[in-house]
């Protein structure tokens, strides 16, 4: 199995910071790798898709990158309604799919 | 635009079989995949597996002995069983739609609302 590591765990960040999250494979996915976002009670909900491509509708604060085993989800400017859990997905080993451990975004 | 609502059973006792159905609302059911993925604290998001319109499926390895998932193209529906439950299948269920292309390029969305599953004796 392709093994996703999420880091951080959990991240406190203020309204307006820039926030990085990063996903890291145990072997290279190319760029098979999608974001979703979380929130309690909910599914989740895809950002990203294919390492980079915005999912119609998501904010453009919303952005990935990376090839390979790294990349980065980035919010430019963090808003009330972004403090949620982020989760990795790899594709490459389709069917079988994994996902990272999440990170939990909250309120410093 | 596309929905997915699912239903089933929340409690069960141990040794019994998990059985959850989910609706597919707005869009055509063949031309896609449809999975079935559960979240717990202990493991997070698992995939558990995937059926198409025409019923071909593919299971994760760790549960393809326990898991059949069926699909009714009439009914627009697909559905999950996850035969002799322990506390370790605890968890949330959620259908989900495959969507993007061909074999790696792909995510899931919509997901269904999910389903607590709790197995306790």
């Known amino acids: 199995d392709i093994q996703m590591t999420q880091s951080p765990s959990s991240l406190s960040a203020s309204i307006g910071d820039r926030v990085t999250i990063t996903c890291r494979a145990s072997q290279s996915i190319s760029s098979y790798l999608n974001w979703y976002q979380q929130k309690p009670g909910k599914a989740p909900k895809v950002l990203i898709y294919?390492?980079?491509n915005l999912q119609s509708g998501v904010p453009s604060r919303f952005s990935g990158s990376g090839s390979g085993t790294d990349f980065t989800l980035t919010i430019s400017s963090l808003q009330p309604e972004d403090f949620a859990t982020y989760y990795c997905q790899q594709s490459y080993s389709a069917p079988q799919v994994t996902f990272g451990q999440g990170t939990k975004l909250e309120i410093k | 635009q596309v929905q997915l609502q699912q239903w089933g059973a929340g409690l069960l006792k141990p040794s019994e079989t998990l059985s959850l159905t989910c609706t597919v609302y707005g869009v055509s059911f063949s031309g896609y995949y449809w999975s079935w993925i559960r979240q717990s604290p202990g493991k997070g998001l698992e995939w558990i597996g995937e059926?198409?319109?025409?019923?071909?499926?593919n299971y994760n390895p760790s549960l393809k002995s326990r898991v059949t998932i069926l699909v009714d193209t009439s009914e627009n529906q697909f559905s999950l069983k996850l035969s002799s439950v322990t506390a370790a299948d605890t968890a949330v269920y959620y259908c989900?739609?495959?969507?993007?292309?061909?074999?790696?390029?792909?995510?899931?969305?919509?997901w269904g609302q999910g389903t607590l599953v709790t197995v306790s004796s």
């Open positions: 059926i198409n319109h025409s019923g071909s499926t």
């Open positions: 294919v390492a980079s």
């Open positions: 989900a739609r495959k969507t993007g292309g061909s074999s790696s390029f792909f995510w899931f969305d919509p």
